[in-house]
């Protein structure tokens, strides 16, 4: 490396009177005099500077000659004479590995690369005498720099573990779906967006990412993670977004998160969290969206969330909460968000949530809440919306929310209320949602519609009774519409009404348990029950029986983990408050006729993980208000349909995992409220036409991991309201047209990953239009796919992990697909955030044709070979789908 700055040093100096260089011999450049370069090690030699002197292969020094030849040609011009200065190119010196510092040159140990300063030299032709001039001081060091850095900076550049690929420019690194067990070591440095979804990493050890100070997204869904050390994150202080959702994790130590104080987005859902200790995300002050929903959790201690300052929104969705303590959200004061529903809250924990002043939207829908009033102590000054939807509300108290005063809509959709009384405090109501309640438009009514119209309140929903109005819409009627006594007749032929039509009437006082009920109850021995939650639990108690003595007012049974095949005759007398029973895992292999009778408040039904292999419509008669069944992983042969017809207010049933084979017509006679059907993990080789017809209003449909061979099309007629389906896991192969034309209306989420696509016809997506939002094709064989015009609205589409060919079969996918564009200023990729990112595959190119871009004419596109792989990157942004195919194909 000597070598290198002195000749750079002598070659700028000797040259003719015009700058030209002049051809010297070996001796007269033994004689001449060259400045020399202080500040350099004597010990600096070869292999500080990689890459010099091998363009011509390996030096020897057997091999070198006795003086380096000069480095680098170049000339400045003097000053005076006509002419720009010119650089002709530098030109590495093939001896330099031979040579070390000059002789009698001063250095300087230690000295910092900056600090070096040129000494001065002999005398410079042309008039320049004495130490060089800062001009040329200028020119010269920055040659220097790039010397030094330029092959280092190249190799930081060219950086990449061998299973991932590397997007330099914009610093994104994916290593998606690579098997990968631990965290790859040679990942650049500079990368701010890392992508290690659909890994086996199991374990994050400490500083498992110590070496990416840059980091800003951090991709971990789907990578089976169980353990998060302490400090797995440290050095992570950029991170913004943190995605460790869908994996197993069931707790997080104390300082697992640590070291993240940017964070902005934490995403833990579709884990198995079971508790959450306080202080384990008090590291989190940035944090502003913290998602656990899908998660195992089912009590909130005492602040749970303290130290997140500036939380915006926190989702505890599809948990199994029952019980907030009072203090469970203390230390929220940005909360404006909070998402409780899908739990098994009872009652509103109007003291956990009334913690939360700032809250702006609650939503509490698919609770199993019988009732709210003003007891419940809900008081949220800065409320706008409550979502109360899809419970089991039986009455509403007119104060209930008296302490919301800014509440402006109020969704109570698909409850059990028959009346509603003027509801007093939250003037600012203009919202009223009460769709699928079973409203009586009697007389008792009137006061309701007199207050809507004097509020000003737009309302919805629809009369089920008396007959005259049965299906008038409510916000249609005026109170005189409605008769009230005086009309002897009219009075009689509604009683009759009504007394025919089952337990419908005036509004009831709220379901609560009396007092002296509670006294007297005692509860079994080795049970425990709590009468601030009216739940009471014998979980994992060796039970050989179905235990008697629970309060009366108990509203939620947990008998799972015990041992009792059979379930008798009236085995839950006086437990007609009931909402919730839990049996799962007792080795259930029967229900008795009238097993449930009594139980006719029952919403939500656990018979999950049980020997069951059928279930007569005796065995659960008397719940005529069950809403979800849950059946999985157990033994049934075909779905229980003369059961199910005895479930009229069935919202969502759950058979995943048992040993279905078939789906026949009739099988869901009945069903008419059915909403969610899930039978993934079965058998099923057929679902027939007509199968699925009764369950005209159904939304949901899984039949993921079953056999099917083709798309049921003709079972999907008669379901327009269908949002989303699953077929992953199955061996489907082929795509053919119109396959999901029954359905292009409705079609939200088209799940096809996983299923051996080998083809997909052209005319396959025909009819889906701006409707549908995901398409997920992942894990296939697909070697092309056909251009997709309307489709028009895509959110996300995954292609990963299939073996494209990148040839001109593409090109139709990639006129399709609109090229991408910058992000709009309020688009989240422009905020910081992680934009919708739903594919970044690989393309395993064959050395086939591929076409260049700059072609101006199509039968011209395929013409430049390529081996290798390419990125096929599809991202969204704005509601638009954007694509890129590559780079090569036009």
């Not at 007297?520 to 235990?547: K, N, T």
């Amino acid at each position: 490396m000597g070598c290198v700055f002195q000749r750079l040093g002598s070659s700028l100096w000797e040259g003719s009177p015009h700058g030209r260089r002049e051809p010297r011999t070996a001796d007269s450049r033994a004689t001449a005099g060259a400045p020399s370069l202080s500040g350099w090690p004597k010990d600096s030699g070869p292999g500080l500077h990689p890459g010099l002197g091998q363009a011509g292969g390996p030096v020897t020094p057997a091999a070198a000659p006795a003086r380096c030849p000069p480095l680098l040609h170049l000339s400045l011009g003097k000053p005076g004479l006509p002419g720009p200065p010119t650089m002709p190119p530098i030109q590495p010196c093939p001896s330099c590995q031979a040579c070390g510092p000059r002789r009698g040159a001063p250095t300087r140990r230690g000295q910092p690369l900056p600090a070096l300063r040129l000494l001065a030299g002999p005398a410079v032709p042309g008039g320049m005498e004495g130490p060089w001039s800062s001009t040329h001081v200028s020119l010269v060091l920055p040659l220097l720099v790039l010397l030094l850095l330029g092959p280092a900076r190249q190799a930081t550049a060219q950086r990449c573990p061998q299973a991932c690929i590397c997007d330099n420019s914009r610093r994104h690194v994916a290593c998606r779906h690579q098997n990968l067990t631990e965290v790859p070591d040679a990942i650049p440095e500079l990368t701010q967006r890392l992508n290690l979804q659909g890994n086996l990493l199991k374990v994050l050890p400490a500083a498992a990412f110590q070496g990416l100070p840059h980091l800003t997204h951090l991709d971990l869904r789907h990578c089976q993670v169980e353990l998060v050390a302490e400090g797995a994150f440290r050095g992570l202080g950029r991170l913004l977004l943190l995605n460790l959702a869908s994996n197993h994790l069931r707790e997080l130590p104390q300082e697992a998160l640590d070291g993240l104080g940017s964070l902005r987005r934490l995403e833990l859902e579709g884990n198995a969290l079971e508790e959450l200790r306080p202080g384990t995300f008090g590291a989190l002050g940035a944090l502003a969206t913290l998602n656990l929903a899908h998660n195992a959790l089912v009590y909130l201690p005492a602040m749970t969330f303290q130290g997140l300052l500036r939380v915006r929104w926190l989702r505890l969705s599809h948990n199994a909460l029952s019980v907030l303590a009072p203090e469970a959200l203390a230390g929220l004061p940005a909360l404006r968000r909070l998402s409780l529903h899908h739990n098994e809250l009872q009652a509103l924990p109007g003291p956990a949530l009334s913690q939360a002043r700032g809250l702006a939207r609650l939503e509490l829908g698919h609770n199993p809440l019988t009732y709210a009033g003003e007891e419940d102590g809900l008081a949220l000054p800065g409320l706008r919306e409550l979502l109360l939807d899809g419970g089991a509300l039986q009455a509403l108290g007119p104060r209930a929310f008296a302490h919301c005063p800014r509440l402006h809509t109020l969704d109570l959709r698909g409850n059990q209320l028959d009346t509603l009384p003027p509801l007093q405090g939250p003037g600012q109501l203009r919202r009223l949602r009460l769709q699928g309640n079973p409203l009586w438009c009697g007389c008792q009514a009137r006061p309701l519609l007199e207050w809507l119209a004097r509020a000003r309140v737009r309302s919805d929903g629809a009369c089920r009774g008396p007959r005259r109005l049965r299906g008038e819409a409510l916000d249609a009627l005026r109170p005189w519409d409605l008769r009230c006594p005086g009309d002897a007749a009219q009075e009689e032929e509604e009683q009759e009404e009504r007394a025919g039509s089952g337990p419908r009437g005036p509004p009831r006082d709220p379901p609560r348990g009396p007092v002296e009920d509670r006294a007297v109850a005692p509860c079994p021995r080795a049970c425990v029950c709590a009468p601030e939650s009216r739940h009471s639990s014998c979980e994992g108690c060796g039970l050989q029986a179905v235990p008697r003595g629970f309060p009366n007012d108990t509203l939620l049974l947990d008998l799972r983990r015990n041992h009792f095949p059979l379930v008798p005759r009236a085995a839950f007398p006086g437990l007609g408050h009931l909402v919730s029973l839990h049996l799962q895992h007792c080795g259930i292999a029967e229900l008795e006729a009238g097993a449930l009778a009594g139980l006719g408040r029952l919403i939500y039904l656990y018979l999950s993980d049980n020997q069951l292999a059928g279930l007569s419509a005796a065995a659960l008669a008397g719940v005529p208000r069950l809403g979800y069944l849950y059946l999985e992983r157990n033994r049934f042969l075909q779905v229980p349909g003369a059961a199910l017809r005895a479930l009229p207010s069935l919202f969502s049933l759950h058979l995943q995992d048992n040993a279905v084979d078939r789906l026949a017509p009739g099988d869901l006679g009945g069903t008419r409220a059915l909403r969610w059907l899930y039978l993934s993990g079965n058998r099923i080789t057929e679902v027939p036409p007509g199968a699925l017809g009764p369950a005209r209003e159904l939304e949901k449909l899984h039949l993921d991991r079953n056999q099917l061979r083709e798309v049921p099309t003709g079972a999907l007629e008669g379901l327009p309201a269908l949002l989303e389906l699953q077929l992953s896991g199955n061996p489907l192969r082929a795509l053919h047209d119109g396959a999901f034309q029954p359905v292009s209306r409705s079609l939200q989420h088209l799940f096809l990953n996983s299923s051996g696509l080998e083809q997909i016809s052209p005319g396959a997506f025909s009819g889906l239009g701006p409707g549908l939002q995901s398409l997920h094709l992942q894990k296939n064989q697909l070697r092309a796919l056909p251009a997709l015009p309307s489709l028009s609205q895509l959110e996300l589409i995954d292609l990963s992990s299939n073996p494209f060919h990148c040839d001109c079969q593409l090109l139709p996918l990639h006129r399709w697909a609109p090229p991408p564009r910058p992000p709009a200023r309020d688009h989240p990729a422009a905020l910081g955030q992680a934009p919708v990112i739903s594919l970044g595959t690989l393309c395993p190119c064959p050395s086939e044709q591929l076409g260049g871009r700059g072609r101006s004419h199509e039968s011209q596109a395929c013409m430049s070979p390529f081996q290798g792989q390419l990125p096929l990157p599809v991202e969204v942004g704005g509601g638009l789908l954007w694509a890129l195919i590559s780079s090569s194909i036009k």
